[in-house]
Each structure stands twice: as C-alpha cells, then as structure tokens.
C-alpha cells in the first residue's frame, strides 16, 4: 500500500469533554485582561477579551477570539480595524463594563480615548494598546478567530498589569515591593 492510500485521519471520533469541564478547566489558565475596541463606518464598539494572543513577528500578528453572537461582532467584522488596550490593575471596573449587556455609550463614557492610526479608540492609561487591521478572520464553532496585524503601539512601562485567573482579577505588580 502506498503512504498516500494511508488515512491518517481516525473514523472514530473521539468523545470531546463537556462544555462545563472545559470552562472549568479554562477558569485555571490565567489569561491577561483586553479591551477591544473599533470604530470606523458601522460605528464605535469594543469589548473584554482574555482570548487574545501573539501568533507571529513576521508580520507583526496577534490573534482575537470574538463570539458570533455578541452585538460587538458585525461592527467589528464591517470595520476591519481594531485595538487591543491590554488593561491595568486600575481596570477592573471598566472590563467589567465592557464584558457585555451595557450599551456603547456608557462603556466609553467611563474612560478617556485617543486614536493612534486606525481610528480604534486606544485608552488612556492601558498597560499596552495595540493598533490593527483585520488581515483575515477564521471560523471556529462559536467564536471568529481574528487575525490583526498591529501598525501602532502605545506602551505605558510604569503601571501594575492586571490578570483573570479562577474567575476573578488578580493584579500583576510592574516591580516587586523591596525587602
Ligand atoms: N473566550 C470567550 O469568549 C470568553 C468569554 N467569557 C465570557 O464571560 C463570562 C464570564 O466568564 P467566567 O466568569 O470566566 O466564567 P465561565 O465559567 O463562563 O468561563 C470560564 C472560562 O471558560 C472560558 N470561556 C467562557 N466562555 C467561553 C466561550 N464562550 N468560548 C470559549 N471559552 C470560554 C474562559 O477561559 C473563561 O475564563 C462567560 O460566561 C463568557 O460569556 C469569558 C472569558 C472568555
Ligand atoms: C473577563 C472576560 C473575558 C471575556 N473574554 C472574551 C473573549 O475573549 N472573547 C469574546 O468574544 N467575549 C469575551 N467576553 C465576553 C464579551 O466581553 C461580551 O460578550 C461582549 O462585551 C459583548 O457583549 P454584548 O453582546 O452584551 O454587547 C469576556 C467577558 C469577560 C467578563
């Protein structure tokens, strides 16, 4: 038999973990705290993630995971442009904010914005905002996977970062206390 006739894929599946195991399991992986913004033709939008991280430096490339179903997703999908603002111990409240059912207006209200070259709202205070276009966005069950290639970056060095860990925040001291 030759190695192409060979099916390297099993016809048994394999029983995949309940849903509430996985997120139980997820609570366990401490992830950092983003809020996600855009604004551009359909307008401004932004939302909490934890699911974002860097996938390559050649291009300069990081990866959103975004929930179909949320009321953020067709503006971000039709304005093909985002920012990442990686939050601070001083964020707890806004990413609370920005983790669903209040309306765009109150988000942005709670804090000050600028835009770097995009136009996505980048916050003021942010450990890190990182400035994309959505080069290309891959479906996977509920969620798009967006691929963003940053062309701006704003960085504040001197201020504590923030982490989502068993369901809650924990913060992230910039320099340990002497002694
Ligand atoms: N990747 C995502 O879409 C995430 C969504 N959330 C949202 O915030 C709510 C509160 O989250 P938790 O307090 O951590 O409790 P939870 O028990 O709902 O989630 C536990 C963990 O599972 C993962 N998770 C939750 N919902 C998910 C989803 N739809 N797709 C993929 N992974 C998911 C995340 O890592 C999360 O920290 C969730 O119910 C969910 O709506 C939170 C974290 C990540
Ligand atoms: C800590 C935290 C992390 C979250 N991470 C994600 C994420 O990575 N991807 C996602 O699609 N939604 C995530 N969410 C949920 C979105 O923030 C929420 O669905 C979004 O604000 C849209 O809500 P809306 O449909 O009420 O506007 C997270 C929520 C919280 C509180």
């Given at each position: 038999m030759s190695l192409a006739n060979l099916n390297i894929v099993s016809p048994v599946q394999p029983l995949l973990v309940p849903k509430q195991d996985y997120r139980d399991a997820m609570a366990r992986l401490g992830a950092a705290v983003n809020i996600v913004t855009t604004d551009g033709p359909q307008g401004r939008a932004g939302f909490t993630a934890t699911a974002v991280c860097s996938v390559?430096?050649?291009?300069p490339t990081l990866l959103v995971c975004l929930n179909r179903?949320?009321?953020v997703y067709p503006i971000f999908k039709a304005n093909g442009t985002l920012c990442v603002n990686t939050l601070s111990s001083e964020h707890k409240a806004l990413s609370n904010l920005f983790?669903?059912?209040?309306?765009m207006q109150d988000r942005f209200a709670a804090a000050c914005w600028s835009t770097l070259i995009t136009g996505s709202p980048a916050l003021e205070g942010a450990v890190v905002s990182f400035d994309c276009r959505i080069a290309s966005i891959n479906t996977v069950g509920t969620h798009d996977v967006l691929l963003c290639e940053v062309v701006a970056i704003e960085r504040q060095d001197d201020v504590d970062g923030l982490v989502y860990f068993n369901r809650g925040y924990q913060d992230l001291l910039t320099s340990a206390p002497c002694g």
């Open positions: 390559t430096d050649e291009p179903s949320g009321s983790g669903g059912k209040t309306g």
